[in-house]
């Protein structure tokens, strides 16, 4: 593989690695605010803004998530066949669904770029009684989705380096 392919691996790699060890202590800071909720609405009035700041968390935390668990391959794999298969056969495979992937992601942050501009122009806010902007969690959204573009992209050329014989 030429050199800039085994240096954008190595940077994608880097960059998801270290923001995917950050946001795996935003389950700690769910956990915290669903602890508010309940103490709140035992011991005082009920904070309206609770819940939708723990429904924001958990976003965060699997969207930012995502590219790290993909990178580690902790994701999902149906592997009625996947495991009889030669590391070579696997990365073709994988090759092909990155593939699919790719354009999936790609329309995602189409459509999120689309929401966000939306969301800013229109100061669009949430309907409820806290009625927090939209456009703060909408942009983490398209930020993890060209995260998880990037991670993919990584992993196609690591997977094109496999099928040709060679490691990254």
């Known amino acids: 593989m030429p050199g800039w392919a085994r240096a954008y691996v190595r940077w994608v790699e880097g960059l998801n690695y270290r923001i995917g060890r950050i946001v795996i202590y935003l389950l700690f800071v769910m956990m915290a605010i669903l602890l508010w909720s309940s103490i709140s609405k035992t011991f005082f009035l009920p904070s309206l803004w609770t819940l939708e700041m723990a429904q924001f968390t958990l976003v965060a935390y699997y969207m930012l998530g995502g590219p790290y668990s993909m990178q580690m391959g902790m994701h999902?794999?149906?592997?009625?066949?996947?495991?009889?298969?030669?590391?070579?056969?696997?990365?073709?495979?994988?090759?092909?669904?990155?593939?699919?992937?790719?354009?999936?992601?790609?329309?995602?942050?189409?459509?999120?770029?689309?929401?966000?501009?939306?969301?800013?122009?229109?100061?669009?806010?949430?309907?409820?009684?806290?009625?927090?902007?939209?456009?703060?969690?909408?942009?983490?959204?398209?930020?993890?989705?060209?995260?998880?573009?990037?991670?993919?992209?990584?992993?196609?050329?690591?997977?094109?380096?496999?099928?040709?014989?060679?490691?990254i």
Do not use: H
């Open 76 to 167: 999902v794999r149906m592997d009625l066949l996947y495991s009889r298969w030669t590391r070579r056969q696997r990365a073709w495979v994988d090759a092909f669904t990155i593939v699919a992937l790719l354009v999936y992601l790609s329309v995602f942050i189409w459509g999120g770029i689309s929401s966000t501009t939306y969301a800013l122009e229109y100061n669009e806010r949430s309907y409820s009684a806290w009625a927090p902007l939209m456009w703060p969690i909408k942009s983490l959204m398209v930020l993890a989705g060209v995260l998880m573009l990037l991670q993919a992209i990584a992993c196609l050329i690591r997977d094109i380096a496999i099928t040709r014989g060679e490691e």
